[in-house]
């Protein structure tokens, strides 16, 4: 499973950013795609993902009403759009795919390279 993903960078705390993960055709058509992030020192914990069809979402609560992940059919991307950042959402962030949404949950999917996104206050 290839996965590429892009756009971190550094923002300002309240800022923005889009990150996206690119794949292949057969893997984004039948895959649910998601994101997770690694802080420095701390364990890599969920983010958001978003099931193969793009019917349903699940977030982490820490970003609920701020991260918003979607999907472009015609790129075969996952788009992670990320308002009213804080340091706290410091951390390099991993795009993920998997099967089924329990499987991506649960760690079980592959993973592509991460993208760092720095937010300083």
């Known amino acids: 499973v290839q996965l590429q993903a892009s756009g971190g960078g550094l923002v300002q705390t309240g800022g923005s950013l889009r990150l996206s993960c690119a794949t292949t055709?057969?893997?984004?058509?039948?895959?649910?795609m998601g994101w997770f992030r690694q802080a420095p020192g701390k364990d890599r914990e969920f983010v958001a993902a978003?099931?193969?069809?793009?019917?349903?979402?699940y977030y982490a609560d820490s970003v609920k009403g701020r991260f918003t992940i979607s999907r472009e059919n015609a790129r075969n991307t996952v788009y992670l759009q990320m308002s009213d950042l804080t340091p706290d959402d410091t951390a390099t962030y991993y795009c993920?795919?998997?099967?089924?949404?329990?499987?991506?949950?649960?760690?079980?999917?592959?993973w592509g390279q991460g993208t760092l996104v720095t937010v300083s206050s």
């Open positions: 055709e057969r893997v984004f058509s039948t895959y649910a």
């Open positions: 978003i099931t193969y069809n793009g019917m349903a979402t």
């Open positions: 993920t795919a998997d099967p089924s949404i329990g499987g991506l949950r649960g760690y079980f999917g592959s």
